[in-house]
């Protein structure tokens, strides 16, 4: 088995390389047995797992996947299943900064495009890449429930709203 | 008609979010007077109120949770819906950042009626991150106020309430696809039946309700079913956020009784159309409703009446396009959203959304095919009413209600290979799609 860089296009389809395990640190490990309380099957924990998975690794990696499937009993193809099957679960590693630029109607009506057409320029992207310097990774993302406020531009967990092209342009600069 | 502040009595205060605020505009008082009554007559008096479900489907909530087994040795669990992810909706988002105890005591409220075993989870959307920081921070607080927990009140009645984090996924709005997620797997729904109340998440009968249908629940108890139904229409009663965006001049989330004249709203309450340029479209209940022309709009928001007028309330999204719109490229992006979100299981929804943007696309990029039109309806027509879920019926109301409604439209678009003169698209062609 060839080994591929996590930033091959092919880096989902990497076979889990036990070389590479991964181990949650004490206090992730910690926060994990607290979300088993939680829930009556340790399956159900998974979601949540996940998500605390993506904040100690940065991403969905093939050996995360094997280590939340040992840990919750799941046979790690079935995490694999729901990892792809989530928007917000990184398959590849993603820039210090995700923005994710919504495009759905409310947003694309008051020109969400673009913005989105300027993050991609001024960075040299194409959706879905990451700065060479791993700075920062632009995609297009469906309705953020903030249409209200449209256009509306996430990064990592934050919400700029009445974005413009120029708000977003100022923005990408400051972030480091 | 008058903008009220019922639901949103709370959310201009300073400090909104705190336990402290909330108590001091006299809230948990309605879950001290609720738990001095039986869980049956709780459940009576939102049967009396009429109260019909704010997420989307507009079911009546006292009927639903009637509908319970009453013989099941199985636990029962409330699951609230804060998925929002229905385009043009941003309404409970407001109560979940603005006034969660509202939601916290709709919830204890609503789970002791129907006998809601232990623990009771609140599915929020992933990407709705500060609210979960905020829901996690008021549930602490009510916690250590006695409102969860162990015999809550001195009542007997335990309770405690989980937030679970979606990860991005619109089909886990739709209620046995949060079941399927809350479980751990992948969103895909379930055939109905049976019901999520005979069988729902972890083989147990199941209630899910929207959050503003929940945080109903405590003004409920306060006032009476009466006071509820003195708001709005018989059938479709109390107060209702409506969420306004698009081409309007003063978008965002509005409070009013139950049947605000949608195009007094528009026009009044929401500062008229951007550009005042003259209107071309309204969707009136989230992306999946099918669209209005301007002459359509005279008519009360409730779900009556949309259904009346061959669309939906849903989840009461109103998206307004102004003139300057391609309906081509509105349409399509609606359809690139269903394509995107289609869960993939069952065969007219996940490749018939896709064909659908297919042509879409390529009716807006000038090679549309005379006959597109025709098939976009037929492929409606495949697709409504023969999917698993109702997400399959949704990708088709934009789409079936835009070709009928403004098919001369399309047929000067893929007649001419452009946009109609005086409208636009919002994209660039030469720029890559996303793939997301
Ligand atoms: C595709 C699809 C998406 C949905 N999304 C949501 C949603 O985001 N939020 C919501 O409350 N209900 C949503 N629903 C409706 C739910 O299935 C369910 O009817 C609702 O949560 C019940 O709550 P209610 O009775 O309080 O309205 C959706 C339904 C479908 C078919
Ligand atoms: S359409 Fe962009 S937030 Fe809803």
Redesign the interface.
């Given at each position: 088995m060839a080994h591929l860089q996590p930033d091959s296009p092919y880096a989902t389809e990497r076979y889990a390389d036990t070389t590479r395990s991964v181990e949650f640190k004490p206090d992730a490990k910690a926060k994990f047995d607290a979300l088993l309380e939680?829930?009556?099957?340790k399956?159900?924990?998974?979601?949540?797992a996940?998500?605390l998975a993506q904040e100690e690794f940065g991403w969905i990696s093939p050996e995360v996947m094997v280590y939340l499937g040992t840990l919750?009993e799941?046979e790690p193809a079935k995490v694999f299943?729901?990892v792809s099957?989530?928007?917000?679960?990184n398959q590849k590693p993603v820039g210090k900064h995700h923005v994710q630029v919504c495009?759905?109607?409310?947003c694309?009506?008051?020109?969400?495009?673009d913005i989105?057409?300027r993050c991609?320029e001024k960075l040299g992207l194409?959706?879905?890449e990451t700065t060479k310097d791993g700075r920062i990774t632009v995609?297009?993302?469906?309705?953020?429930?903030?249409?209200?406020?449209?256009p509306v531009v996430?990064i990592n967990?934050?919400?700029h709203e009445n974005a413009s092209v120029e708000s977003i342009d100022k923005l990408l600069d400051t972030l480091k | 008609m008058e903008p009220i502040k019922v639901l949103t009595k709370n959310v201009d205060k300073p400090n909104s979010a705190a336990i402290d605020t909330y108590i001091a505009g006299g809230g948990y008082e309605s879950l001290k007077k609720a738990l001095k009554s039986t869980p049956d007559e709780i459940v009576q008096l939102v049967k009396d109120s009429e109260m019909r479900g704010r997420g989307g489907a507009g079911f009546p909530t006292g009927m639903k949770w009637g509908f319970l087994p009453k013989d099941s040795p199985m636990p029962r669990y409330l699951l609230c819906n804060a998925d929002e992810s229905e385009p043009g909706t941003f309404k409970d988002r407001v109560i979940i950042e603005k006034d969660p105890h509202l939601l916290i005591e709709g919830m204890i409220i609503s789970a002791y009626a129907i006998k809601s075993c232990p623990m009771s989870y609140i599915y929020i959307r992933g990407e709705f991150y500060k609210g979960a920081m905020i829901l996690v921070k008021a549930l602490e607080e009510a916690r250590a106020k006695g409102f969860l927990g162990k015999n809550i009140l001195g009542s007997g009645f335990d309770l405690d309430i989980t937030v679970h984090r979606g990860a991005g996924a619109y089909i886990c709005g739709e209620e046995m696809g949060l079941i399927e997620s809350i479980e751990g797997h992948r969103g895909q729904p379930r055939v109905k039946p049976p019901f999520p109340a005979v069988v729902g998440v972890f083989g147990s009968p199941t209630i899910v309700n929207n959050v503003e249908t929940l945080s109903c629940v405590p003004l409920i108890v306060e006032h009476g079913a009466e006071w509820f139904k003195s708001f709005g229409q018989p059938k479709n009663t109390g107060p209702k956020l409506y969420c306004v965006s698009g081409h309007v001049k003063k978008p965002g989330v509005y409070e009013f009784p139950m049947g605000v004249n949608l195009k007094e709203l528009i026009y009044e309450h929401c500062g008229g159309i951007t550009d005042d340029l003259p209107l071309k479209a309204v969707i009136p209940g989230g992306g999946s409703a099918p669209m209005l022309t301007p002459d359509e709009i005279d008519l009360p928001m409730n779900f009556d009446a949309l259904m009346k007028a061959g669309t939906m309330f849903g989840s009461a999204g109103i998206i307004v396009m102004n003139s300057s719109t391609c309906i081509v490229d509105a349409t399509w992006r609606m359809s690139k959203f269903f394509a995107h979100e289609s869960c993939g299981q069952c065969t007219p929804c996940r490749e018939g959304t896709n064909w659908m943007e297919t042509i879409l696309d390529r009716i807006e990029r000038g090679g549309g095919r005379p006959q597109d039109a025709d098939l976009l309806f037929d492929m409606t027509d495949n697709i409504g009413g023969k999917s698993l879920c109702a997400l399959g019926d949704a990708a088709c109301g934009p789409v079936a209600s835009a070709v009928k409604k403004f098919r001369d439209e399309f047929m000067y678009h893929i007649e001419h290979k452009s946009c109609l003169p005086g409208t636009k698209r919002y994209r660039r062609l030469d720029m890559p799609v996303g793939a997301h």
């Open positions: 939680r829930y009556p099957t399956e159900a924990a998974l979601l949540p996940l998500h919750l799941i299943g729901v099957f989530y928007n917000m679960y495009t759905n109607l409310s694309m009506i008051r020109n969400a495009y989105y057409d991609l194409q959706p879905g995609t297009e993302v469906e309705c953020l429930g903030s249409c209200g406020t449209a996430q967990n934050d919400y | -």
